[in-house]
């Protein structure tokens, strides 16, 4: 089996601020994603990568940006965090669109 | 575009009762079908999958889902429901092929009254 690890567990901001989550797994799966977790309205897709040094933009991309410079490793930057923003970012990883394997997620609240 | 839509956001049931959770998707061709579960204070599990073949596939724990094309629907049943089993269930969908996307529902907060 394999693992995927979120780096921080929690993180705090500033309103304004840029701030960086980072994931890793060991699956050797080729597709990663990042979604948002708000209550009430599921997972929303932020951003997608197939391979390493590709990216796809989801539903929710707009105030983020992604990097993917290693198969193992793919990382999300909130651009701009926004005042009283509280949500939990999920980290995941599949085989081409197939069962998804998650991470337990970054906490985020601005302050 | 791919979406999906699980028309109930909280569902009580008496333990030891039915269960069915609805869930409709939308995409044009044959879809990847999921069911993930999400238990307090917990990561994402998958209770189920659908590829192909038999519409009736079965689950961790009793649960399983039937995949009805003429009608866009993925719904979970259980026959009878335990109190370990509240929690917030995700259908999700992806194309079954190349395209990797996967889109989740908005998810459906599971309450088992004793």
């Known amino acids: 089996g394999g693992i995927i690890t979120q780096t921080p567990k929690f993180l705090i901001g500033q309103e304004g601020q840029k701030l960086t989550l980072k994931c890793q797994q060991n699956?050797?799966?080729?597709?990663m994603y990042w979604y948002r977790q708000d209550s009430g309205k599921g997972l929303r897709l932020i951003y997608y990568?197939?391979?390493?040094?590709?990216?796809q933009k989801g539903d929710l991309s707009e105030g983020y940006d992604a990097s993917r410079e290693k198969k193992s490793s793919f990382s999300l930057t909130v651009t701009s965090a926004q005042k009283n923003e509280m949500a939990v970012f999920l980290c995941?990883?599949?085989?081409?669109?197939?069962?998804?394997?998650f991470g337990k997620g970054t906490r985020l609240t601005v302050v | 575009a791919q979406s999906v839509t699980q028309p109930d956001a909280r569902v009580t049931v008496s333990e030891g009762a039915s269960l069915q959770l609805r869930c409709k998707y939308s995409?044009?061709?044959?879809?990847?079908l999921f069911w993930y579960v999400q238990y307090p204070r917990q990561g994402l599990q998958l209770l189920l999958k659908?590829?192909?073949?038999?519409?009736v596939v079965q689950g961790v724990n009793g649960f399983e889902a039937e995949f009805i094309k003429s009608n866009s629907s993925f719904h979970l049943r259980k026959a009878s429901v335990h109190w370990s089993d509240s929690a917030v269930y995700f259908c999700?969908?992806?194309?079954?092929?190349?395209?990797?996307?996967?889109?989740f529902g908005a998810g459906t907060k599971l309450t088992i009254k004793p």
């Open positions: 995941a990883s599949s085989i081409k669109g197939t069962e998804v394997f």
């Open positions: 699956f050797n799966h080729d597709t």
């Open positions: 990568s197939i391979t390493e040094n590709d990216l």
């Open positions: 995409y044009s061709g044959t879809p990847y």
């Open positions: 659908y590829y192909s073949g038999d519409p």
């Open positions: 999700a969908v992806s194309a079954n092929y190349g395209n990797e996307k996967i889109t």
